[in-house]
T-cell receptor
Framework: GAGVSQSPSNKVTEKGKDVELRCDPI?????LYWYRQSLGQGLEFLIY????????KSGLPSDRFSAERTGGSVSTLTIQRTQQEDSAVYLC???????????FGSGTRLTVV | GENVEQHPSTLSVQEGDSAVIKCTYS??????FPWYKQELGKRPQLIID?????GEKKDQRIAVTLNKTAKHFSLHITETQPEDSAVYFC?????????????FGTGTRLKVLA
């Protein structure tokens, strides 16, 4: 696609429910990243995928968070048993080898009530 | 671990004045330093970047300087305009392909007063 697409754009869920957030990177981009931005805060690294290498999961805040990338393209971030502190904007970005500079998606605003 | 510190957290300048935002990084292997601008409710957008083989890069009213020895880099905006008002994030990364993760600073909220 022309840009990085994320869905849904907004998600309200009840505490304790599971949610899935989707990211569709720019076609041909080999690297895909997930970040979290709490209200008025910075960009917290969660996980990234580069080609066929094992993902770098060092930023995932707990074992309730997981992500996968199927076929080297679309990625899904799953949050199990959501908590109120999970409320944030979840941003996805992609880039390709040698190009430098992420392109961000418009994010998914997750609200846990 | 990897860390990027950014100062100031907020900055107000009069229209036409210059603005400077400073960042320091901890990982001496870092070799790529992008700057992102995020307007309210929008996604971050890359505005300028610098690689470690140069000390300064300029693009119209925006410039970035890098001091590898001191492990700090700065964003300079000259002749500020109201549309420059936004949150600015610095980041540091490493590796040779451009795809390593970025560690971001905590952001600077810039307000340009008309």
């Amino acid at each position: 696609g022309a840009g990085v697409s994320q869905s849904p754009s907004n998600k309200v869920t009840e505490k304790g429910k599971d949610v899935e957030l989707r990211c569709d990177p720019i076609s041909g981009h080999t690297a895909l990243y997930w970040y979290r931005q709490s209200l008025g805060q910075g960009l917290e690294f969660l996980i990234y995928f580069q080609g066929n290498s094992a993902p770098d999961k060092s930023g995932l805040p707990s074992d309730r968070f997981s992500a996968e990338r199927t076929g080297g393209s679309v990625s899904t971030l799953t949050i199990q048993r959501t908590q109120q502190e999970d409320s944030a904007v979840y941003l996805c970005a992609s880039t390709s080898s040698g190009s430098y500079g992420y392109t961000f998606g418009s994010g998914t605003r997750l609200t846990v009530v | 671990g990897e860390n990027v510190e950014q100062h100031p957290s907020t900055l107000s300048v009069q229209e036409g004045d210059s603005a400077v935002i400073k960042c320091t990084y901890s990982d001496s292997a870092s070799n790529y330093f992008p700057w992102y601008k995020q307007e309210l409710g929008k996604r971050p957008q890359l505005i300028i970047d610098i690689r470690s083989n140069v000390g300064e890069k300029k693009d119209q009213r925006i410039a970035v300087t890098l001091n590898k020895t001191a492990k700090h880099f700065s964003l300079h905006i000259t002749e500020t305009q109201p549309e420059d008002s936004a949150v600015y994030f610095c980041a540091a990364s490493k590796g040779t392909s451009g795809t390593y993760k970025y560690i971001f600073g905590t952001g600077t909220r810039l307000k340009v007063l008309a």
